[in-house]
Each structure stands twice: as structure tokens, then as C-alpha cells.
């Protein structure tokens, strides 16, 4: 009968070792540990870290991403302002500030943002300067 309590006992512990998500490093994992391939998971960096946009145009944000890593998520805190698209262009819709953030779809603590201004083209006569010749 022992035989028996000690295979359960150990098919047990062999169960509860295989659902342990702490050896999945890929599902929330911190900056910098390692992944089970044994690749670093790099600190998120999005360039370029501020943007100023007219309204109507787009500009494209990049990231430090490598290809293992490319599940990158984008979101704006100002969609109506600049809004982004899931590779990461970001267009100028109305006048303002928006904050576009970025992350790994499997790591939402590892982020980066963006600062973007979005403001007008300059309509009307230009008084106080001269124009050279």
C-alpha cells in the first residue's frame, strides 16, 4: 500500500511542478529575466520618445523589439487626439497631447511611451519678419 501513496505522492508533485507558471517566464515576466529559451526579455524602448504631428499626418514609432519578442500591444491615452494602429503609426487627428503607450502582449509591466503633440498648420498672413530675396 506504501508503493501506492508514494507513486500518487509523486504523480502529484510532478502535476503541480508542470502548472507552475513561475517556470513560464513568457507569461508576465520582468524585465530583464530569462525566457525559457533562454533569451533576455529587453527593456522596452520605443523611439522616437516624443513626437509633435499637424492633424492628418502620421509618423511611424519603432521599437528595440526583437523578432522572438515583436508581440508588441500600442494604445493612446488621447485617442482623439493621436491615434496609433497596431504597428505602431501614430496619426494627428485634433489639437493636443496624447501619451502612446507600448508593451509586450506577454509582459504588460514592460512598457514604453511616447509624448505626442498634434497641432495645426499655420494659416494666415505672417506679419514681423521679412522674407530674403
Same mark, same amino acid.
Given at each position: 500500500?506504501?508503493?501506492?501513496?508514494?507513486?500518487?505522492?509523486?504523480?502529484?508533485?510532478?502535476?503541480?511542478?508542470?502548472?507552475?507558471?513561475?517556470?513560464?517566464?513568457?507569461?508576465?515576466?520582468?524585465?530583464?529575466?530569462?525566457?525559457?529559451? /533562454?533569451? #533576455?526579455?529587453?527593456?522596452?524602448?520605443? @523611439?522616437?520618445?516624443? +513626437?509633435? %504631428?499637424?492633424?492628418? $499626418?502620421?509618423?511611424?514609432?519603432?521599437?528595440?523589439?526583437?523578432?522572438?519578442?515583436?508581440?508588441?500591444?500600442?494604445?493612446?491615452?488621447?485617442?482623439?487626439?493621436?491615434?496609433?494602429?497596431?504597428?505602431?503609426?501614430?496619426?494627428?487627428?485634433?489639437? /493636443?497631447? #496624447?501619451?502612446?503607450?507600448?508593451?509586450? @502582449?506577454?509582459?504588460? +509591466?514592460? %512598457?514604453?511611451?511616447? $509624448?505626442?503633440?498634434?497641432?495645426?498648420?499655420?494659416?494666415?498672413?505672417?506679419?514681423?519678419?521679412?522674407?530674403?530675396?
Amino acid at each position: 500500500m506504501r508503493t501506492f501513496s508514494l507513486l500518487g505522492a509523486l504523480a502529484s508533485a510532478l502535476a503541480l511542478a508542470a502548472c507552475d507558471f513561475r517556470r513560464f517566464p513568457l507569461e508576465g515576466t520582468i524585465a530583464g529575466e530569462t525566457n525559457v529559451i /533562454g533569451s #533576455a526579455v529587453p527593456t522596452l524602448i520605443v @523611439s522616437p520618445t516624443d +513626437l509633435q %504631428l499637424l492633424i492628418g $499626418t502620421t509618423a511611424q514609432l519603432t521599437t528595440n523589439s526583437p523578432a522572438l519578442f515583436s508581440q508588441v500591444q500600442w494604445r493612446s491615452t488621447q485617442p482623439g487626439i493621436a491615434a496609433v494602429n497596431t504597428t505602431g503609426v501614430v496619426s494627428g487627428l485634433s489639437f /493636443g497631447t #496624447a501619451l502612446i503607450v507600448a508593451r509586450y @502582449s506577454f509582459d504588460t +509591466l514592460n %512598457l514604453a511611451t511616447v $509624448t505626442v503633440t498634434v497641432t495645426g498648420p499655420i494659416t494666415g498672413p505672417i506679419t514681423g519678419g521679412t522674407l530674403p530675396p
